[in-house]
């Protein structure tokens, strides 16, 4: 499985952007789908989780009623639709995928075994 995550960059406070994730590899070992995120200096962060065949969708505290995960089968691609940008959404953001993730465990980076390279969002005022 490799993923690409593209569509970061700048972006002022309060504005919106997309975030995709280009997946190639056997469907079934990426049936779980996430983005974490690893804002200067801190630790990767759970952003959001989504099954790619039901859709279901998780997502941290920080960013409910904000972003918006989401899949294209056609395109084999996930996105993370980002609104209300904070200065605490700065950060690199990574996509991920695992064959199988426990429901209590999506949030778990240890959950993931694919990871793509990282898209940089900066938020500034």
């Known amino acids: 499985v490799q993923l690409q995550a593209s569509g970061g960059g700048p972006v002022q406070l309060g504005d919106s952007l997309t975030l995709s994730c280009a997946v190639s590899g056997p469907a079934d070992s990426r049936k779980d789908m996430a983005w974490f995120r690893q804002p200067p200096g801190m630790e990767r962060e759970f952003v959001a989780h989504i099954k790619w065949a039901s859709r279901n969708t998780a997502y941290a505290d920080s960013v409910k009623g904000r972003f918006t995960i989401s899949r294209d089968g056609a395109k084999n691609t996930m996105y993370l639709q980002m609104n209300a940008l904070k200065s605490e959404d700065t950060a690199v953001y990574y996509c991920?995928?695992?064959?199988?993730?426990?429901?209590?465990?999506?949030?778990?980076?240890?959950?993931?075994?694919?990871w793509g390279q990282g898209t940089l969002v900066t938020v500034s005022s």
């Open positions: 991920a995928a695992d064959p199988y993730v426990i429901t209590s465990q999506r949030g778990s980076i240890d959950s993931y075994i694919y």
